[in-house]
């Protein structure tokens, strides 16, 4: 840099010349006024100014002049361009700030690429070295960031392509099912759940060439599609099922309140049975109807029910006295058992039995108790019989002894081959001889045991 001030060459002036009181141009020092003052003092040091208001920029390589600051003093004229300079530094220092939080890289080394470029003709007066140096180590920095972001993306790509493929697959499954075992309120559910999902993976993730996002935002709506166009069907068909339940269950209801006032109980409850058949045969008419339909269905069963009810209360009281007397007749039969008189009981039973018939109807309540009653008695007897007719059987009998006398004879051959075992010494021979005698002797013993019974 010149010692003495260097001749005044013509330069360009950046922009129209600010007013003396324009608010771009520097606020005069103020006590203690801070940093901005101890940077505005470093960058003039780079700089000087002659008395027209011309500014020149000094650099090792020499000066150029950056501007005119007309009707104003050097100073003031040095402090002006100083201060772009300040304004150049901090539009840097933002840039540096960006790409620290993860702006865009290839955006924070296109406008530090810019910078750097404008440095050459800039107008302003500061440290430009130290500048440009800063702006090569940020374009450096953005570049790596920009490798690692485009690293880093590539991999939220793939992640937000398998994702959305998740989606897709999943929708298409569930598409897919068998509509008669398909549970659709869940499934709708989820297919809203899968849309959120979409939706989140879309704004989450960076977007897919146009023509994969496009191929599978396709499948994802043929999916949806299709699910809602089954659901409309099912429901539809439902519909259509609960009205014809609807109309087959009015149609029973009818029929049932017809029934109503019947007094033929038998014929009459046979009919309500065929009726409840048909009622569980019958689709379902929906749950807002089905529980009023059944209301009235077994509302016209409740009314015959309970008139047949009250008409065999009143029999059932008619029958009182007749339940007294088959007690007692009970009684007495009960005492026959057990039979140690065959021809006893029997008169006795006969007799117990016309008085039974005689006796008459008893309370619905009772009857199958007092007939169960009767009927162990009559099969106790019954069986006394059988058992008597069987010892008295002449057939039985003479089987019975034909096969005594088979046994004796074998008997005594088991007896005499026992003997000649014994007699040779021949231990197995005497143990087998010995196991068929005793399984012959028992044999014989409880068959004799059987014709004595019969005797």
């Known amino acids: 840099m010149s010692s003495s001030p260097q001749p005044p060459k013509p330069g360009p002036v950046p922009g129209p010349a600010p007013h003396r009181r324009s608010p771009a141009v520097p606020a005069p020092p103020a ?35 950056v501007g005119q600051y007309p009707d104003a003093g050097p100073e003031e004229a040095l402090r002006y361009f100083a201060a772009k300079h300040l304004d150049l530094v901090e539009q840097v220092a933002l840039l540096e700030t960006r790409l620290r ?130 659901r409309r069907a099912h429901f539809a068909e439902l519909d259509a ?5 609807r109309r087959i269950k009015e149609k029973l209801i009818s029929r049932a309140e017809e029934l109503s006032t019947s007094t033929d109980w038998r014929e009459t409850a046979a009919k309500y049975r065929d009726l409840m058949d048909q009622w569980k045969a019958a689709p379902r008419a929906g749950r807002k109807h089905d529980d009023a339909l059944w209301a009235r269905f077994r509302g ?59 006796a008459g109807r008893v309370p619905r309540a009772d009857a199958s108790r007092m007939e169960s009653g009767l009927r162990e008695v009559e099969r106790a007897v019954a069986e006394a019989e059988d058992a008597a007719w069987k010892r008295s059987n002449p057939e039985h009998r003479a089987r019975a002894t034909g096969m005594l006398a088979q046994l004796e004879e074998g008997l005594a051959e088991l007896r005499a081959e026992l003997a000649r075992a014994e007699a040779s010494g021949d231990a197995r021979a005497v143990e087998k001889a010995s196991e068929a005698l005793a399984t012959k002797q028992a044999w014989y013993e409880q068959l004799a045991q059987s014709a004595q019974e019969l005797d």
């Open 300 to 358: 016209a069963q409740d009314v015959f029910f309970a008139a047949r009810d009250a008409e065999n209360a009143k029999i059932d009281e008619s029958y009182r006295a007749n339940l007294a007397v088959k007690e007692e007749l009970l009684a007495q039969a009960q005492a026959l058992l057990p039979i140690t008189d065959l021809p006893r009981a029997k008169a006795a039973l006969r007799d117990l039995q016309e008085r039974w018939e005689d």
């Open 101 to 230: 939080t993860g702006a865009d890289a290839a955006d924070v080394r296109a406008s530090a690429l810019a910078h750097r470029a404008e440095l050459a003709t800039a107008a302003v007066v500061g440290d430009l070295d130290a500048l440009a140096a800063r702006l090569d180590a940020l374009v450096a920095s953005a570049e790596k960031a920009q490798e690692q972001q485009a690293a880093e993306r590539a991999e939220r790509l793939a992640e937000g392509r398998r994702l959305r493929t998740a989606v897709v697959t999943e929708a298409e499954e569930i598409a897919g099912q068998d509509p008669a075992r398909i549970q659709w309120k869940h499934s709708a559910a989820r297919m809203r759940e899968l849309f959120e999902m979409w939706k989140s993976v879309q704004s989450g993730y960076p977007r897919l060439p146009k023509a994969e996002d496009k191929e599978l935002w396709g499948r994802f709506s043929a999916a949806r599609a299709a699910f809602d166009k089954g």
């Open 31 to 65: 006590p203690g006024g801070g940093d901005r003052e101890v940077e505005l003092a470093r960058a003039c040091a780079h700089g000087r100014a002659e008395a027209d208001g011309r500014v020149f920029l000094v650099t090792a390589a020499g000066e150029r002049e």
């Open 241 to 245: 099922r609960s009205a014809e339940g």
